[in-house]
């Protein structure tokens, strides 16, 4: 794709030093301003993610609109004419990529009737290398079980001020409320969540939502491009692979019965030394599988 670019740059240059292309000049000044913003545009900002690669296209889209283009009739037809066949092609492409995720999407969709109505469900990543950057397709597949079977995502965007669907206080704790939070860790990474509290300090910036979760989410789906993991956390339970992902059940740990008992506690003062002793314990733990 950078190839792609550098060849727009290079043949806008040449179309402007030969004066076939001329940018309007009411809109030079704009997109010269708008040029240096590009360069210096945070990748988050207003709690969105991306701004570093959306403001860039918004900018060639905008030179494009300001552009003129002096052509011969003959030269005018056949850029026209080539317009045209790419967008037939492009449009071919564009219909059969779909239709392949179509046919993932409804297969996903089908296997989350096993899950109960209301269910917590996480979504995380195989930790194929290279698949990295596959897997953000299907980042958000799991907000198909907030519509198919009422249940929660774990990363369902829920950003205040920016999304309009926002959590209850009874989900806030593992809601996405930021766009760090957007994105699912590594299958191997959940072993460092699986406790309330972890060493990893990255892990409250970019995974706070998964914290504790054996006890706090009740299926989880990964999502597998490439060879199937071979390290699955203990609590994991197989019910469904797919051609793409594979969805298990969570067994609870003994100690997250405990550690409701510990949130229902009555207040600090009037807790027993050793019950907050036992509940510190609890929480801590350990961040083994």
């Known amino acids: 794709q950078w190839i792609l670019v550098l060849l727009l740059i290079v043949g806008a240059a040449a179309g402007i030093l030969t004066r076939k292309l001329s940018i309007h000049p009411a809109m030079r000044p704009l997109l010269i301003a708008f040029a240096l913003i590009c360069l210096a545009v945070p990748v988050t900002a207003v709690g969105g993610w991306g701004i570093h690669q959306r403001y860039p296209a918004l900018l060639f889209s905008l030179s494009f609109a300001a552009t003129e283009v002096r052509l011969t009739a003959t030269l005018d037809s056949l850029m026209a004419g080539a317009a045209m066949l790419l967008s037939a092609v492009l449009s071919m492409a564009l219909n059969a990529n779909w239709q392949f995720f179509d046919k993932q999407a409804t297969e996903y969709r089908t296997a989350l009737r096993v899950l109960p109505a209301g269910s917590?469900?996480?979504?995380?990543?195989?930790?194929?290398?290279?698949?990295?950057?596959?897997?953000?397709?299907?980042?958000?597949?799991?907000?198909?079980?907030?519509?198919?079977?009422?249940?929660?995502?774990?990363?369902?965007?829920?950003?205040?001020?920016?999304?309009?669907?926002?959590?209850?206080?009874?989900?806030?704790?593992?809601?996405?409320?930021?766009?760090?939070?957007?994105?699912?860790?590594?299958?191997?990474?959940?072993?460092?969540?699986?406790?309330?509290?972890?060493?990893?300090?990255?892990?409250?910036?970019?995974?706070r939502n998964y914290l504790d979760w054996p006890c706090q989410f009740d299926f989880a789906a990964i999502v597998e491009l490439g060879e199937r993991s071979r390290v699955e956390p203990a609590e994991f339970e197989l019910i469904h692979r797919g051609s793409f992902f594979a969805l298990f059940r969570i067994h609870k740990p003994a100690r997250c019965a405990r550690l409701i008992s510990c949130n229902t506690l009555p207040t600090a003062p009037t807790r027993s030394a050793t019950a907050l002793r036992q509940c510190k314990t609890i929480r801590r733990g350990s961040s083994r599988f």
């Open 120 to 207: 917590k469900v996480l979504l995380a990543a195989d930790d194929t290398p290279h698949q990295r950057s596959d897997s953000s397709l299907y980042w958000h597949f799991d907000t198909y079980a907030t519509v198919d079977r009422q249940a929660f995502g774990s990363l369902l965007l829920t950003t205040r001020g920016q999304h309009v669907v926002h959590p209850t206080r009874e989900y806030e704790r593992i809601a996405a409320l930021s766009s760090d939070e957007g994105s699912p860790p590594p299958l191997s990474g959940l072993a460092a969540l699986r406790m309330p509290e972890t060493d990893r300090a990255d892990a409250y910036r970019f995974h």
